[in-house]
């Protein structure tokens, strides 16, 4: 295969916590209770190098099968995509490896290819020692392991902003994806860490993407791992990387806060005698006090991104797909996910293909994989060693968590369900206007049939043909296909 316009890259790997990472968590989960207050504190999944498992979030089950999994059909169904590589552990493997015996015929029918990477010794994880072993392509689709529900993979590589820039960041938001919420951190609880003002005048609470497209060459080598291996602190690491960064090009820096920001810098000079004082009095109390951060433009945002890493970054908050939001860090997003997943399997488009995954590898992958040899023992001896609820009953999965009810699955089903129309009925129009043309300019119907092949989702046929029933009478073949 030769150079690829664009390559995708899944990453499936993160820090080694070490032999504590028991107690890590515990720890951090008693800070989010007792010093944070947070509504939804989390036992979050860490991993041990020297485990013989490795205990992989990306591996975990979700409804009976390998998160990871489901990102591996996805990219099976991207057009825009060819050829993946995905960086993990030995467990992946031997995922990927079943993924590529079972849709073995759909992957040659679609002329993909799967590179596997292993991750290497835990000083050599790297996402750039990942993208220069396995591309040769210009463009780089960084998506993350642990996104179940994200599927929409060609609107985020079909974006056509990157024409005129290096990277494209299209950040999480509260407003844009949990739309019609009456929670405050949403269906799928998340922590939104800053607020800023939209093109349209509105503010946007926002979160860190788990999906990231940028040009290979353009962004420095230092920056890409930089920015990665800072995410993957939290987002406190990264707000510190580019504090560091910013005091480097502190003139560029006060040149942009003064040529596009004066009305929010005025506003934080007036509020600051306010904020001393109320530090002051909290400071009296034994009780923290936190500053918050001025609501900056989209537009300043991008250009002080672009000064501190010397390309042309542009955020965008466009995108309302769940899917790229729900990534798993701690045992809570997991029941969360497996319990949605099982009241409701067609909320991910190919649950057909997840079934056939299910019955075809599962049972393999069950001898080789210890894990998952009695997953419910496994999960729950986790939790035991989290201190937290067991999660199966008698081998029967029971989300066993207080602050999360079948009500919160349910509104998560709708945010899902309302975001799957939306693709689908983007599909049907793509399909229905590739059919005009085709008609118009009177087309060889064999090419428009392999097109609908690779692009309509089977359950979306019967829709089309009922919407061009009268025009599908003068073409047989097409007829037949649908």
Known sequence: MGIEKIIGVIGASYDNSGSDMYAKTREKYEKEVNELKREFPGHYILRNSSDKEFNLKFVYLVAGVPAIERSLISSLYSEEINRWVI????????????????????????????????????????????????????????????????????SVANDPDLEDCDAILDLNSYENINQGSKSKQGPFPRYYHFQVKGEDGKIYSLKEPNVFLFKKSKIAEGVIEDIFKYRKRSMGGLKKYFAIKAKGNLGKVIALALRKEKIALTKELAYFPFYMTKRAVLQALGKKASYPPPILHMDSVSEFFSICTNAKIKLKIEHNDIGRLEDIDSMEDWALLNELAL??????????????????????????????????EFLN????????????????????????????????YELHKRFNESVEQRELNECEQEIEKAIKKKKNIKDLVAFLKRKLKPKNKRKLKLKL??????????????
């Open 87 to 154: 960086v993990s552990h030995r467990n992946t493997k031997k995922i990927l490896d079943k993924h590529c015996e079972v849709f073995a015929e759909e992957i040659n029918k679609r002329d993909k290819e799967y590179i596997f990477v292993d991750e290497g010794k835990p000083e050599e994880w790297s996402l750039l020692n990942t993208i220069k072993r396995g591309t040769l392509a210009e463009r780089v689709l960084f998506i993350t392991g642990d996104l179940p529900f994200f599927y929409d993979i060609d």
């Open 343 to 376: 009241n409701h399997p067609a909320t991910y488009p190919y649950y057909e293909e997840l079934e056939e995954f299910r019955k075809h590898a599962m049972p393999d992958l069950k001898k080789e994989i210890e894990m998952y040899r009695n997953w419910p």
């Open 381 to 412: 001896q986790e939790c035991r060693l989290m201190k937290m609820p067991e999660q199966y009953v008698n081998g029967r999965f029971v989300m066993n968590l207080s602050q999360f009810d079948e009500q919160r699955v349910e509104d998560l």
């Open 469 to 482: 029933k009268d025009k599908l009478k003068l073409f047989p073949e097409l007829r037949a296909f649908l």
